[in-house]
């Protein structure tokens, strides 16, 4: 069983910033890509920025310039880095990792609240 844990949410004012972690409970390097995906009330998961095992990384258009994804393969852990945060990125924010395999499986994690005031 893999297990991803997300840390590093919380409140914040509009034009902060924040850091998230993704914990992987296997090595990061078992996975073909990881992101981090994110839900508000009401609304459909969304993709925010996913990174691939070679580093490659895409982002939506939304947080483009202001979200960085990174990974640090050592610690098997994946990082969120939040800046300029808007009351509209307020959501629940979920770690995605797509375990290689002969059959991919997607694994979550828990998500982590954060809300960005006005």
């Known amino acids: 069983q893999v297990h991803l844990v997300e840390s590093g949410g919380g409140l914040v004012q509009a034009g902060g910033s924040l850091r998230l972690s993704c914990a992987a409970s296997?090595?990061?390097?078992?996975?073909?890509?990881m992101g981090w995906y994110r839900q508000a009330p009401g609304n459909q998961r969304e993709l925010v920025a996913v990174i691939s095992g070679g580093g490659t990384t895409n982002y939506a258009d939304s947080v483009k310039g202001r979200f960085t994804i990174s990974r640090d393969n050592a610690k098997n852990t994946v990082y969120l880095q939040m800046n300029s945060l808007k009351p509209e990125d307020t959501a629940v924010y979920y770690c995605?990792?797509?375990?290689?395999?002969?059959?991919?499986?997607?694994?979550w994690g828990q998500g982590t609240q954060v809300t960005v005031s006005s």
């Open positions: 296997r090595s990061i390097l078992d996975f073909n890509a």
């Open positions: 995605n990792g797509v375990l290689r395999g002969l059959v991919p499986i997607t694994y």
